[in-house]
């Protein structure tokens, strides 16, 4: 099943102190939205509403989880 993956959905236990540093923290913010933008295409990819290789929604796939991962550590230690 094709869905999005929302970062208070990932991270539902997390979800206020999410909502807190993008609100709070510029840096947190930024990552945040480049991570909204891109989840945001590759869902768009997903469904056909965009035409992109195979390779190209691996990349953007995969930045995704790199920007995920980064946004985790932040909740975690901000």
């Known amino acids: 099943m094709i869905q999005k993956h929302q970062l208070t959905e990932e991270f539902p236990e997390h979800a206020d102190r999410i909502h807190e540093l993008k609100e709070k923290n510029s840096h947190f913010k930024k990552l945040f939205d480049e991570y909204d933008d891109l989840d945001h295409e590759v869902y768009r990819i997903e469904t056909n509403s965009e035409a992109a290789s195979d390779e190209t929604l691996n990349k ?19």
């Open 60 to 78: 953007l796939r995969i930045e995704r989880v790199k920007l995920k991962d980064e946004l985790y550590q932040l909740i975690q230690t901000l």
